[in-house]
């Protein structure tokens, strides 16, 4: 009942947006930014074109493929506004699952209220706060997703507020439908959402019931500090727990910019699974190295990934063998606007 009145307020917060937007918002501008992007994969330790993939999210295809179109259009007032993100293409898709906002077109459609200089209040589906990777490649440095990322939720529909406490410390409050539920929540639940911030340093925390295929708990933190000018070192770890069983993991993004046009980064994961009704627990080692080479608005990404799991052997190598090893060589393009 207490998540419920707790939806209910914020619902009703945010719906006075549309009383205050005549009187008070003026002045409007509409933008639109996106990006498009495609790669070339092949399999250095395995056959290409056999359905093999990493077991993360997105970039899963060898030879050339297409990533996503992005388009976003963002209508901002001194305010009020709105964004309304589409995707298309494989990894919008899976982004967005094909069952889900017509056909998967849709990655986030959201409203928002600043209420004050320190408060603001979003209703509708945004790209969720957990983890260091996101859905667009544009802005991530590495091309190829982290296992962390992959497990965690993408989405979130529901209502959420942000609070700027101070100049350092900023608090978010969400009550959303339970994991990747991005159209409607037939069970009647619901999940919280709770990120604590501080000086680019995050603390993140989720719940729903895990039932009806639900994420459970998850607690994850998120950040990276500037060691040099030219030397990034940015962090996430997190860890899952759904009736006894989920998934844990830290991963370092050491990146590194050697010129003004090109930067090199490297991505180390150690990810694991745990349960009770697990007979092994395995865990993978993957390292991921991308450079990054930029000519004004476009991206190449050249990337080599190693994944190396303990117990499992879920690929095969070159001659038809199961192997717990997949190396691949990647270059993607990215065009950002």
Do not use: C
């Not at 849709?106 to 928002?112: C, K, L, P, S, T």
């Not at 490649?137 to 406490?165: E, Q, R």
């Not at 994961?269 to 993978?284: C, K, N, Q, W």
């Amino acid at each position: 009942m207490i998540k419920k009145y707790y939806a209910l307020i914020l619902i009703a917060a945010v719906s006075a947006t549309t009383i205050f937007a005549q009187e008070e918002d003026t002045e409007k501008a509409l933008s639109f930014t996106g990006s498009v992007d495609a790669y070339y994969q092949t399999y250095l330790t395995a056959p290409d074109n056999q359905g093999i993939t990493f077991g993360t999210a997105f970039a899963d295809q060898s030879g050339f493929a297409l990533g996503m179109g992005n388009l976003i259009a963002t209508y901002e007032g001194d305010k009020v506004g709105g964004v309304l993100d589409l995707v298309v293409g494989p990894r919008g898709a899976g982004a967005t699952f094909s069952n889900d906002i017509i056909d998967g077109i849709v990655n986030q459609a959201y409203v928002y209220w600043n209420v004050s200089d320190k408060t603001t209040l979003t209703f509708g589906r945004w790209n969720t706060f957990l983890g260091y990777e996101v859905i667009a490649p544009a802005s991530n440095f590495n091309y190829s997703t982290s296992y962390l990322f992959s497990s965690g939720p993408f989405s979130h529909m529901g209502v959420k507020a942000d609070f700027a406490l101070s100049e350092d410390f900023s608090l978010m409050l969400a009550v959303t439908n339970p994991w990747d539920t991005n159209n409607t929540s037939l069970t009647g639940e619901y999940a919280l959402g709770t990120q604590l911030g501080y000086k680019g340093q995050y603390l993140n925390l989720y719940y729903d019931s895990g039932n009806n295929g639900g994420l459970g708990f998850e607690i994850d933190y998120t950040g990276g500090f500037d060691v040099t000018d030219t030397f990034f070192l940015g962090i996430n770890a997190a860890y899952n727990d759904n009736d006894g069983a989920g998934f844990y993991g830290v991963a370092l993004y050491p990146q590194y910019k050697t010129s003004e046009n090109f930067s090199l980064g490297l991505r180390g994961e150690f990810f694991g699974l745990h349960g009770d009704d697990l007979e092994e627990e395995p865990t993978v080692f993957a390292t991921t190295l991308t450079g990054s080479y930029t000519i004004e608005n476009f991206i190449i990404k050249p990337e080599i990934r190693l994944d190396a799991w303990s117990e499992a052997t879920p690929y095969i190598d070159t001659d038809g063998v199961a192997s717990d090893n997949l190396t691949a060589f990647t270059v993607a393009g990215i065009y950002k606007f």
